[in-house]
Nanobody, 122 residues
Framework: QVQLVESGGGLVQAGGSLRLSCAVSGLTFSNYAMGWFRQAPGKEREFVATIRWSGTIDYAAAVKGRFTISRDNAKNTVYLQMNSLKPEDTAVYYC????????????????WGQGTQVTVSS
């Protein structure tokens, strides 16, 4: 059974930081690109960041320079370090896995985590 379990969400003030983790089990980690998506109230789920097993990275323009994605292949874990948080970053953040060169669209996702809430206050 494939499982992606997120942790690390919470409530922070604008300008603060959070680090999200995603523990992956039930798949061959090296065969999958990993990524993060988010969904704000009343909006569609959107791409945030992705990382291949080799380390190649891509970010959405809205988070570039503030967020950092990484993966520890030995631990089957993906991280999202979020700095300089803004109220518009408030959303449920979802971990994702897909057998694609670069995971950027919802159509490329094979497995989803359950999501973790990130709330940034003004």
């Amino acid at each position: 059974q494939v499982q992606l379990v997120e942790s690390g969400g919470g409530l922070v003030q604008a300008g603060g930081s959070l680090r999200l983790s995603c523990a992956v089990s039930g798949l061959t980690f090296s065969n999958y690109a990993m990524g993060w998506f988010r969904q704000a109230p009343g909006k569609e789920r959107e791409f945030v960041a992705t990382i291949r097993w080799s380390g190649t990275i891509d970010y959405a323009a809205a988070v570039k320079g503030r967020f950092t994605i990484s993966r520890d292949n030995a631990k089957n874990t993906v991280y999202l370090q979020m700095n300089s948080l803004k109220p518009e970053d408030t959303a449920v953040y979802y971990c994702a896995a897909g057998r694609t060169y670069t995971l950027r669209t919802m159509g490329s996702v094979d497995y989803w985590g359950q999501g973790t809430q990130v709330t940034v206050s003004s």
